[in-house]
């Protein structure tokens, strides 16, 4: 019994190094900014190593130092992340796996590893980023891969052959990718556990509020939603969009009360009062709180209402989220209960007695509550506060320094003492915070919220009116409510890129590329069950579930891969005109029942023919002299025709 | 235990792939219904990764990464047509093996013709448990490998199931079919490397009056030269007197007495009793090869066969063939 042959090792030729080489650095370079900077040197010192050693034509480094320098690298990764199981200290150890089976890759084995590796890489920058460059990288990236394992398979493969191969090969895998990506069942994640270090890079609005906090905010570009309107659209100054209520101050920090879950509505809206409906896109931010325009009438999915008029998903929103709301900026409350007012009366002793000086004294003459309100207005316009990205360090009494001292603030120093003003003069206040207004697209008509759009305001509560909002912001810098941040700031205050005045060229592509973005996000980043479900149902999928879209999946992948096989495999006979004629012929007599055989030349076949057909035997013998003339001999120019002619009347 | 079961399963779906045809006529179309596809090695291993590419991709809900998963998939599906149409319509016909003696690595020619307008890359060939051939087709027009496989008996070596596999273009997908063309190579008998005669002087030559041995003229005795003819053997040329006269002068032969005239019989029954007959069968060859090599004629007396007296090529073929299929042909 003959044994099966060695397995082969085939060690890797220069090319193929290079190959390799070359998809380790296009799956690495987009993570290198994620990376801690010594990691990335690590990275690319092995990448550098690598290339040297195969300029030099040197052998690879021994296996001994490979593994003292992974356990390095390992070490260093731990120390780094304290851990080897999160998602961050998981893609370094990719990384650094990567780095280093470059310097071990020997057979074209240790090839297909650097290949499937890198294949990871690319997802693990899905983590961070979704957009469309870095969409366009993966394909860049597959690309080389792709072509690194075509040279693995063909040693002897030229680059460009391989590029054009795999690009052939992609541009052919397209249509199952995009079969697949519409129909292919979708879970919502996570399987399990995420590792506690996910989404530790998103930014939002935090549950408390200290000096400070929302100034964070101000100085970032990055979306926090997308609202859609459908129909009328409010004016920019009406539009506050809710987030964390904040009852309780703790020294110097806002925080969440106790808010309970409100089975149903806690406000109706006022007859007759315009409602606006529209359609929020939430980027993550890793909080349960969902934002609605004042007031919103309906709940979106898995979502619950609280007490304090609060929207909050059942999950920390960590994956963009779809809702459509309907909001009506004119309510009427119900009664509060006295527990909730109770708290929003509620001042920490000790803390700011000035303000609270200046509130206790105008509950003495009896003034109404909502006079002690318009009191507070006018008095912080007439303080000469001024609106700043830079305000000043406060001490323990921010609002009296606020107030009376420093008198620069940012909304939340306006917010914050006028709560506490507003509750030194018995009228329950509390806390609100979100963001204000937003910038209109004009290219698809949707508003950006960006986080540099949060802030601060107040509400307190009238007896008759109920919850009213305040804006202490606008009674200082009412530009901030009416335009925007840049106009209500003093120059020379540093403002969020965007901001800035002047650029209207470059706002305008922005805003092009933003409504591609937003499509983007709309219809591939936030493609999840329900959109799928959705879209599937336009298309006209009768109640789709898991079941039709798999067997629409099968179908539609099969139509495709056939057509495909179909195109690849047809093979178009090849005749001469001559030989088509022949053909013809050879058909008719076939139908009569007389084939030509395989081994018949034409002479002989017509021969045959000629004997078994008598009638026709002068034809016969006439095609056939002119056919193996034309293939065979020197014929005149128009034996071609004649042929053709005598075929065409040839009955037999 | 494991190999041994994977070897049967292999065989017994050799034997199916292949069912009555073997062996089957030449040209052999690999028609799309004998082309066999299956993921390799790599192949397993790429689909395993995708698959935690997916789970990946689900948990944390990357729709990118759903994205890149469904491309891969797709570039996966994909390999297997290209590698498919790499094979899949291939034609084959054989050539010729060049006879050889036991012990040598008999050679198959197979001649792999591509009427597709587009080359066809590294189809590889095989024997069973035989060196791998590697060959490009260009298009539209044929290449040739040798499948080596040792000659361990005298007689017709028929050529096993051929295998054709290619796993090109990114070697996740393998493509292989089965043919099996009815080719033989003529192995003949290992002539013995000490003849006999040579120490006991028996006499295979003893029925002539020169026997080959105690010839003193034979083909040593230079004789004279005379013009030189196509049909003449090389080595008898007078390269010396053509490399003196010059490259304009005609070639001459060198003539040696006797050489016609001593006719020999090597003759099967006069070898010593007791020999067996693989033993016999390698002596006259010897004996064929060496008198082919001294410029002698001979004539080969087989039981029940005889082969007249000649020299030449052409007649150590039919000699050295008589002396192989010995036996084996009624």
Not at chain 1, 228 to 237: E, S, T, Y
Not at chain 1, 340 to 356: D, F, I
Not at chain 2, 66 to 82: C, D, R, S, T
Not at chain 2, 164 to 176: A, D, F, K, M, Q
């Amino acid at each position: 019994m003959a044994k099966k042959p060695e397995r082969p090792v085939h060690p890797l030729t220069p090319a193929q190094t290079w190959w390799l080489l070359a998809t380790g650095v296009a799956a690495c370079a987009p993570l290198a900014p994620q990376v801690p900077v010594w990691l990335a040197a690590v990275a690319a010192g092995a990448f550098l190593w690598r290339a040297a050693l195969a300029w030099l034509r040197q052998p690879l480094p021994p296996r001994w130092l490979l593994i003292l320098v992974t356990l390095a690298g390992t070490a260093g990764v731990l120390v780094e992340y304290r851990t080897l199981l999160g998602q961050q200290a998981g893609v370094a150890l990719l990384l650094v796996f990567m780095a280093l089976k470059q310097l071990e890759a020997r057979a074209s084995r240790d090839g297909l590893a650097v290949v499937l590796l890198a294949y990871f890489l690319t997802l693990a920058q899905f983590l961070e980023d979704q957009s469309i460059p870095v969409a366009a990288t993966m394909f860049g990236t597959v690309l080389v891969a792709t072509a690194a394992l075509a040279n693995l398979a063909d040693a002897q493969g030229q680059p460009l052959r391989l590029f054009r191969l795999a690009g052939t090969m992609l541009l052919q895998a397209v249509p199952f990718m995009l079969i697949l990506f519409l129909l292919f069942p979708r879970v919502q994640g996570p399987l399990w556990g995420l590792p506690r270090d996910a989404y530790s890079g998103l930014t939002g609005l935090s549950d408390t509020m200290s000096p400070g906090t929302i100034n964070n905010l101000s100085q970032s570009d990055v979306i926090a939603f997308r609202v859609q309107f459908d129909g009328a659209v409010p004016p920019k100054r009406e539009m506050y969009w809710r987030g964390p209520v904040l009852t309780v101050l703790d020294g110097r920090t806002w925080r969440p009360g106790n808010a309970t879950l409100a089975r149903d509505l806690p406000y109706a809206p006022v007859a007759n009062s315009p409602g606006y409906a529209y359609t929020v896109t939430l980027e993550p931010h890793n909080k349960p709180w969902l934002f609605a325009l004042e007031l919103p009438e309906t709940l979106p999915n898995d979502a619950f209402r609280t007490s304090d008029f609060q929207l909050h998903a059942r999950k920390p929103v960590r994956e963009r989220q779809r809702y459509a709301m309907r909001s009506y900026p004119q309510v009427e409350h119900e009664a509060e209960d006295d527990f909730t007012l109770a708290a929003a009366r509620r001042l920490p002793g000790g803390l700011n007695p000035r303000t609270r000086a200046l509130g206790a004294g105008w509950t003495a003459d009896g003034s109404s509550a909502a006079q002690r309100v318009q009191r507070a207005i006018d008095f912080l316009r007439n303080q000469n506060l001024v609106y700043t990205l830079q305000p000043p360090l406060t001490g323990q009494h921010v609002a009296d320094e606020f107030l009376f001292d420093t008198r620069r603030g940012f909304c939340e120093h306006f917010a914050a003492a006028f709560v506490v003003l507003m509750r030194a003069a018995d009228v329950p206040a509390r806390v609100v915070t979100g963001y204000q207004g937003g910038e209109r697209n004009p290219v698809d008509d949707t508003w950006v919220i960006r986080q540099s759009d949060a802030h601060a305001w107040a509400e307190v509560w009238l007896e008759g009116s109920g919850w009213v909002r305040v804006d202490p912001t606008a009674a200082a810098a009412p530009a901030r409510i009416e335009e925007n941040l840049a106009a209500a700031v003093p120059a020379g205050d540093p403002l969020p890129f965007l901001s800035r005045q002047g650029l209207d060229w470059l706002r305008e592509a922005r805003f092009r590329w933003w409504a591609i973005n937003n499509a983007w996000n709309q219809w591939v980043l936030g493609f999840n069950p329900e959109r799928q479900l959705e879209l599937l149902t336009r298309l006209g999928m009768d109640s789709p579930d898991w079941r039709k879209m798999t067997a629409w999946l099968a179908g539609l992948s099969g139509l495709v891969l056939l057509a495909l096989a179909a195109a690849m495999l047809w093979r178009r006979p090849h005749h001469d005109p001559a030989q088509r004629q022949w053909l013809r012929l050879t058909r008719r007599l076939e139908k009569r029942g007389l084939p030509r055989h395989a081994w018949e030349g034409p002479q002989d076949y017509a021969a045959r023919m000629a004997a078994e057909l008598p009638a026709a035997a002068d034809d016969i013998r006439a095609i056939a002299a002119l056919y193996a003339g034309l293939r065979y001999g020197n014929t005149p120019p128009d034996a071609l025709a004649m042929l053709r002619q005598r075929v065409a009347a040839f009955r037999p | 235990m494991l190999a041994t079961l994977r070897g049967t399963l292999k065989e017994r779906f050799a034997a199916w792939a292949l069912r009555t045809r073997s062996p089957e006529p030449v040209p052999i179309v690999l028609t799309q219904r004998r082309v066999y596809v299956l993921p390799t090695r790599g192949g397993l291993l790429y689909a395993l990764s995708l698959l935690v590419l997916l789970v990946g991709a689900i948990n944390y809900s990357l729709s990118l990464g759903y994205g890149l998963v469904f491309l891969l998939g797709g570039l996966g599906i994909v390999a297997i047509l290209h590698s498919f149409r790499n094979l899949a319509g291939t034609s084959l016909t054989v050539g010729a093996p060049a006879p050889v003696f036991v012990g040598d690595t008999a050679r198959f020619p197979l001649i792999l013709h591509n009427a597709d307008a587009r080359e066809r890359r590294l189809l590889r060939l095989f024997l069973p448990g035989q060196a791998v051939e590697t060959t490009d087709v260009p298009p539209q027009g044929s290449a040739r490998a040798l499948l080596p496989l040792p000659a361990t008996r005298r007689g017709w070596l028929a050529l096993p199931r051929v295998t054709i596999e290619t796993v090109w273009p990114l070697g996740l997908v393998r493509s292989w079919s089965y043919a099996a063309p009815a080719l033989a190579c003529l192995v003949y008998p290992r002539p013995a490397s000490a003849v006999p005669m040579l120490e006991n002087a028996t006499p295979p030559f003893a029925n002539q009056q020169n026997s080959r041995l105690s010839s003193d003229s034979g083909d040593e005795d230079f004789a004279g030269l005379r013009r030189h003819q196509t049909s003449d053997p090389p080595h008898h040329v007078a390269w010396k007197t053509a490399a003196r006269l010059g490259p304009d002068a005609a070639l001459q032969t060198k003539q040696f007495s006797g050489t016609a005239a001593q006719a020999l019989w090597f003759d099967w029954a006069q070898l010593p009793h007791g020999l067996d007959v693989e033993t016999r069968l390698a002596i006259l060859a010897r004996w064929v090869l060496d008198a082919e090599d001294a410029g002698l004629s001979w004539g080969l007396r087989l039981p029940g066969r005889a082969i007249p007296q000649a020299h030449g090529p052409a007649h150590v073929h039919a000699c050295l063939k008589a002396l192989a299929l010995y036996g084996e042909e009624t």
